[in-house]
């Protein structure tokens, strides 16, 4: 940036016409500070404190507002009455007489307020011109400071504006650090928005479409939120961009000049939210095995974009069921979840619970474990309510262990008995191959109709059905419990069975069903 003191001589002799070579043109303000200048002719220009009078001498002296000097006047100079000019400039040889500096007048010449000079000498400046421009500016900048003058600070702001955006225009396109360090400057120099914010979006949108790491993007994104400190919030109502979006994506900086107020924070929010939004992709193509976690930072950070996360979140889950044999259930259930409550996909939900267990029944099970067999059973209910492969799992179990008691039970668990032959029946299977309505279809005479238990807690049971159970039943597993509960009432028996896994807080309803009472059944529920 081209410095006040580097200025002087190109400024001060635009003040006076017909500036001799020799002549020291200088700041008022520094009159006394030059001893060196005694005896030689200087030049300045500044705004009128006052023409002294003088009897008999008329007015023989000048005041000036930003120096002490007094500027004496030769007759031929001296006016009949104070002028109405404000601004003069003044040529003369500088003199000192102990503590006292004075000046005698060789030329004086009146000059416009600064205002009207400022613009007078920008007038002709052809449109590509920002180093005179940036010169006027400066030197309107000090005045506007000096005499406290807001009017003329507006205006060298603007000017000096004008003239960063002229430079801006000779900026390549392709030089993005050039350009932020153009808007930078503007902010710092007070420039009137929208230019600095204009070139900074031009600035931005070069650097972020060619930045290939999600580290530096990263970087960008701190920058972007240090010159838009709003930005990674968004806005409570965004403005409609539709007319701004072509223009805008064809030149940034021109397109946010011309939009108003609201749709410039909308934009502002954009080049962010479309920053962060690329720094997530990137960290989960560079790591999928993440995207979970970073569609969880992408709800949070770009609540307005809603599918970021969701898109995020599926190429995670993806990512993490590529192999579906290295997952817990735990880890299993918890990818289910994320799909039936993140993305309202309960058919994926259950599709991944289901692939992990035919996976595991496929690929995990030896010919002689009965007791994984036993185990999955109670997973396929548990997590699918899927009571037919359970049976069947069952039934292998049975044909490797048919002493277990512990198959024996898981049988008994679910209504199973023993035939003629001391094979296993089931008789809802019998159920349903002779037409009637399945049994967990039967609703209990003491649950409303309609009602289910599904995913009940014991407390929810006990409040539903009216207390506790005749008689409860339990079975274990490679750490599942499935715990059975059994209502004798006045027609119907009632089976509610729990299953509560290694990382459950509290065991929860998989299943129930119910068959009408037999004579060997204990007496109804009292």
Known sequence: MIRLSSLRVAILALTLSGAESGVTTI?????????????????????????????????????????????RLPKRLRPEHPPGNRVFGVRGVLG???????????????LPDDIDR?????????????GTRLKWALWAEKRA???????????????????????????????????????????????????????????????????????????????????????????????????W?????????????????EARKTLDRRLWADTAERVLTLEAEADPAQAVALSETAASQLPDRPLVASRLLESGLKANTANLLKLRQAEVES???????????????????RDWLNAKRQKSLRPSDAEGRLNLANQYEALLNDRETAIALLYEAYKIDPASKEITEAFLLRGCKKGPNGEWVDPRARQAAAGSPTAEAE????????QKLRGATEDDVRSRLGGKPNRVARTASQGQAVEQWI?????????????????????????????????????GAP
């Open 245 to 261: 979006l072509t223009p805008y994506a064809h030149e940034p900086a021109e397109a946010y000049r011309m939009a108003p107020p």
């Open 443 to 450: 609703a209990p005479a003491s649950l409303p109709a309609g």
């Open 96 to 110: 000192r007489d102990g503590d006292r500096w004075f000046c005698d007048v060789t030329a004086l010449e009146p």
């Open 487 to 523: 209502y004798y009432n006045a027609n119907q028996v009632l089976y509610v069975n729990f299953a509560r896994s290694a990382g459950d807080s509290r065991p929860r309803v998989i299943a129930f069903y119910s068959r009408r009472r037999t004579p060997g059944d204990p007496p």
């Open 145 to 243: 400071k000096d005499f406290d003058d807001k009017p003329l600070k507006e205006r060298a702001r603007e000017l000096e504006g004008d003239a960063i955006r002229i430079e801006a225009q000779r900026t390549s396109a392709d030089n993005g650090e050039a350009m932020l360090a153009l808007a930078e400057r503007a902010r710092s120099r007070g420039i009137p928005e929208p230019e600095p914010s204009a070139l900074a979006h031009r600035a931005f949108r070069k650097l972020v479409s060619t930045a290939k790491t999600p580290q530096a993007l990263a970087a960008f994104r701190t920058r972007i939120e240090a010159f838009f400190p709003t930005a990674s919030r968004p806005p409570g109502e965004p403005a409609d961009l539709a007319r």
């Open 27 to 71: 700041e008022p303000s520094d009159l006394t500070k030059r001893p060196e200048l005694v005896g030689r002719e200087i030049a300045t220009d500044d705004r009128l404190r006052l023409f002294q009078y003088h009897k008999g001498e008329g007015y023989d002296e000048l005041y000036l507002k930003r120096t002490s000097v007094i500027f």
């Open 335 to 353: 990818i289910a979840t994320l799909y039936r409550e993140k993305l309202h996909s309960p058919e994926r939900a259950e599709g991944i619970l």
């Open 118 to 130: 400022l613009n007078q000498g920008v007038a002709g400046l052809t449109p590509r011109d920002d």
